[in-house]
């Protein structure tokens, strides 16, 4: 059993930065696959970023690409989503994940790829 906590969502200007934070329970950390999602108009949750439990694989939205950067820290069990260019439409509120699996053996960009959810941070973008 993971449990995960959000914090670092805040409110941000356009083109403003925001660092969000996912600290995890348990020892095995490394062994977890972690995400990113947020809500989209018509949709649960939509998948922003991943990062396998070695940091070797990364994965981002084409919304986020060039912008968002996902990393994590193992020894802290802490993963992290670096927000920089902020736009309004990147406002919502933004959940982690985790599952223990390998990347080639889930969709890492699909909520029902993971077991494990935080209970989101809200991210505010003002224009």
Not at 8 to 33: D, E, I
Not at 80 to 86: A, F, I, P, R, V
Request: glycine share 10%; aromatic share 14%.
């Amino acid at each position: 059993q993971v449990q995960l906590v959000e914090s670092g969502g805040g409110l941000a200007q356009a083109g403003g930065s925001l660092r969000l934070s996912c600290a995890a329970s348990g020892r095995t950390f490394s062994s977890y696959a972690m995400g990113w999602f947020r809500p989209a108009p018509g949709k649960v949750r939509v998948f922003v970023a991943a990062i396998s439990g070695s940091a070797r694989s990364i994965y981002y939205a084409d919304s986020v690409k060039g912008r968002f950067t996902i990393s994590r820290d193992n020894a802290k069990n802490t993963v992290y989503l670096q927000m920089n260019s902020l736009k309004p439409e990147d406002t919502a509120v933004y959940y982690c994940a985790a599952v223990r699996a390998p990347f080639y053996v889930f969709n890492y960009d699909v909520p029902t790829g993971y077991d494990y959810w935080g209970q989101g941070t809200q991210v505010t973008v003002s224009s």
